[in-house]
């Protein structure tokens, strides 16, 4: 799987989790993850209630809270 391809399939996955089961914690940001500190980053200057340019009317809180869940994405058993 292409990095791209894992990617979107995070994304969609963390949508899901965040749409679906509200009750899913996210986890905390993952050190090496550079959509993780710039998220971070910009709900922290511009506060999780800001609504983010180009974020579908989604405010960054959301799309942070969407983006850690994808971070669960492979804690998902695969049926072989």
């Known amino acids: 799987m292409s990095r ?16 679906a089961h509200a009750e899913a914690e996210a986890p905390a940001p993952a050190p090496g993850c550079a959509a993780c500190r710039e998220l971070g980053t910009y709900a922290a200057t511009h506060g999780e209630d800001h609504v983010a340019p180009g974020g579908c009317g989604e405010t960054v809180g ?8 994808g971070h669960l994405l492979p804690q998902v058993p695969v049926a072989s």
């Open 4 to 19: 791209v391809e894992q990617e979107s399939a995070q994304a969609l996955f963390g949508l899901h989790l965040a749409a």
């Open 62 to 69: 959301q799309l942070l809270r969407q983006h850690l869940l």
